[in-house]
């Protein structure tokens, strides 16, 4: 790799400021000052320095966000704020993406990476990847609404969806209101909300949990991220 794109692949900039770093005698390979754009390195070998700071290369990142609600799930946006945003400069990138969406007012679990292929491969219907959420629902879920989402529910724009789990946590009487669990493999438009919509109900708060072999602990405040541990990586790919 030359080190022109090395630099540029570890946001130092565009070509033409990588160009002028290297030019400004800040570079460092293999203890010789660097003077030419071309120099061939080798990422994972190369002891490259910059400004005195040796730079370790790495291809992809992978961070597991909290959403908050009030936050759209894209990379840019001019007149609201996304989950892109929630990230400090350090670890900001350009390349980075969210994998999937949450609506603007559902919180939780959201994969951040810039590894294309595991997006795809998280996102496509063929791997039937488990997506489980919390919701707190305006009425009684019953038993028979539980046999309801476990045999797909023809939604009202006649839509049919695969079979879900529908766990009940809790009701409260004096509230109406039923704490439940659910899990799907898919990712329509708004389905949760949909799928309680189809059986007369309404969904008035909304928390992803989980999200294949990932899990949203109770120590990862809104708004916050963190960066995935080896081993979770190795289980989603």
Known sequence: MRIDKFLTEMQFGTRSDVRKIIKQKKVIVDGELITSIKLQVSPSKSVIQVDGD?????????????????????????????VMDLFNSVDYRDDLFPVGRLDKDTTGLLLITNDGQLGHQMLSPKQHIDKVYFAKVDGQVTTDDVIKFETGLLLKDGMQTKPAKLIVESYNSDSNISEVLITITEGKYHQI????????????????????????????????????????????K
Do not use: C, W
């Open 54 to 82: 040796v730079i370790h290369y790495q291809k992809y990142y992978y961070y597991l966000l909290n959403k908050p609600a009030g936050v759209l799930t894209a990379t840019k946006d001019r007149k609201q704020k996304t």
């Open 193 to 236: 909300k949909r799928m309680f919509g189809a059986i007369g109900m309404k969904v008035i708060r909304l928390e992803r949990k989980k999200m294949a072999t990932l899990e949203l602990e109770p120590t990862l405040s809104l708004g916050r991220y963190r960066a995935l541990t080896d081993e979770e990586i190795e289980s989603i």
